[in-house]
């Protein structure tokens, strides 16, 4: 039995000039199961428990950390139902997309920058990174302490300290990543069957979700994958295949240009000339001349 689902908003937590809430409480079993239109850092401070997450259950001690993208249903739950007995104490920081905005100039990295879109846009997982370090521990309380008590500069210094919050998951997420991604390296053969797999749908509207469901590959893994194996992005290696296709129907069939570039996937014929002369520097037509030459 699935739980019900209750959403929190912005303007419930958010407030001018800030866009900024943090927080430090004692998880209970009285906030519900629940989803925001904010992203959500939050960090386990103190004591044991559960993290209800999307579909999964993770248990939590100190020192996890959990990025929570807009739209993600989750909760936290103690160990035990006697609070005062054994405390889940976690740290929250929440911001949502004008944050986001102000913390260009700050962050001046289009990496980090899509990152945080791609959570506020629900196109992310959740991650879950370890504090070994303690460093990230000491930044959440430096930002409970300047939101808590503003100073002269509060603004600024909480600016500083949500970027560096958001930097140093980013980089362990990503060494993380790339340690299972060394350890746990994708069989080429698997690749292989994804490019088989478009080269014979060529007519097909084929996007980065169909290939997540074929390969259950996550959609950065895929583009990695793409990058790694044919040297382009999964849209420009698609497209150079249905031009490549539609150049061997040009010399070897007399069809009409329009319906080879419906036989390739293209239902544009604006779209379809501005890709072919853009690969091959020629029209199709001309194309067609030369090659029968």
Known sequence: MKMSVEQLKSESFLNLPLQLFVNRCSENFVMPFHTHDFIEYSYVAEGRGFHHIGDDIVPVSKGMLF????????????????????????????????????????????????????????????????????????????????????????????????????????RQNQQRNDQNYAHNPPVPHDMEAMLLYLRQHLSERIQMKNLVQLSRWSEKKIGRMFIRYTGQTFGAYFQHLRIQKSCELLKQTDHKVSMIAEMVGYQDMDSFYAAFKKITGETPLVYRKKSRV
């Open 67 to 170: 990025v929570i993208p807009v739209g993600i249903p989750h909760v936290f739950r103690p160990m035990s139902t006697n609070a005062a007995k054994a405390p889940l104490i976690i740290y929250n920081c929440l911001f949502n997309s004008e944050l986001i905005h102000s913390l260009r100039h700050i962050l001046r990295d289009e990496y980090l920058i899509q990152h945080l879109v791609d959570l506020e846009q629900n196109q992310q997982h959740y991650i879950s990174v370890t504090d070994h370090s303690g460093r990230l521990e000491e930044i959440m309380i430096q930002l409970y302490r300047e939101f808590s008590v503003p100073g002269p500069g509060s603004l600024a210094m909480l600016d500083t300290l949500v970027s560096q919050l958001i930097i140093m998951t980013y």
